[in-house]
């Protein structure tokens, strides 16, 4: 149980154009779901949490209008980055939660980009 | 704030020897801490998490690490490392509330020599 798939594994696209990501629970409700950003070799980053039927809360200096993130579902939330360019060239992995009496996590499998 | 530290971005180990991973962490609540494993280009599997309930937690994949609040440390260990041990690990701190972010480490990459 609680299996969090991404779409697409990964991606290249040519600069200025706009690449869409999917997480979805499969086989469960999520009330959250996070965005994160990795660099090689480097840790995770938060973007942003998003709560479905709500606007995402972002983390400091991540730009709102660059990154779109939309969690229409319970199992759904998508990541849009806007007018890529290279240095947004990155792997990005999502999560998803639900009220437990613990936060836990469950992490897709991830998405690597690579604008040119 | 909450925050975790982990020491060595790379250790090396051989086949069969003790694997020890150190963190630490800092939190103003009582944590909820978390180790993750990730292996290239995949995302992060969990190996155990600490949610106040016993010190001692066994993990999958013969993993344990134990909660010792007076040294604020929450460190991995595994008797025997194996070949297939070889990945990033990365420790975690959260405080445990409803949709509560979760403070990633800076990683530590084991490998395991023949």
């Known amino acids: 149980g609680a299996v969090v798939s991404q779409h697409p594994s990964w991606v290249i696209c040519k600069s200025g154009t706009s690449v869409k990501i999917e997480c979805r629970s499969l086989d469960f409700q999520a009330t959250t779901m996070f965005w994160y950003r990795q660099f090689p070799k480097q840790s995770l980053m938060l973007m942003a949490t998003s709560n479905e039927g709500s606007k995402a809360t972002y983390e400091q200096g991540v730009e709102k209008d660059k990154f779109l993130i939309n969690h229409a579902s319970l199992t759904l939330s998508t990541l849009t980055v806007t007018s890529a360019h290279p240095e947004d060239s990155s792997f990005y992995i999502c999560s998803a939660s639900w009220q437990r009496p613990y936060n836990e996590q469950f992490f897709g499998p991830g998405t690597r980009l690579t604008v040119l | 704030a909450q925050s975790v530290t982990q020491l060595g971005s790379h250790v090396s180990v051989s086949e069969g020897a003790l694997v020890l991973l150190r963190c630490n962490y800092s939190?103003?609540?009582?944590?909820?801490l978390f180790w993750y494993v990730q292996y290239p280009n995949q995302g992060l599997q969990l190996l155990l998490k600490y949610t106040s309930a016993a010190t001692l937690v066994k993990g999958i994949n013969g993993f344990e690490a134990e909660f010792k609040k007076s040294e604020t440390s929450f460190h991995l260990t595994k008797p025997s490392a194996h070949m297939s041990d070889a990945a990033e690990y990365f420790c975690a701190v959260s405080d445990g509330s409803s949709a509560s972010k979760i403070i990633f480490g800076s990683g530590t990459r084991l490998s395991i020599r023949p």
């Open positions: 939190s103003s609540v009582p944590p909820y």
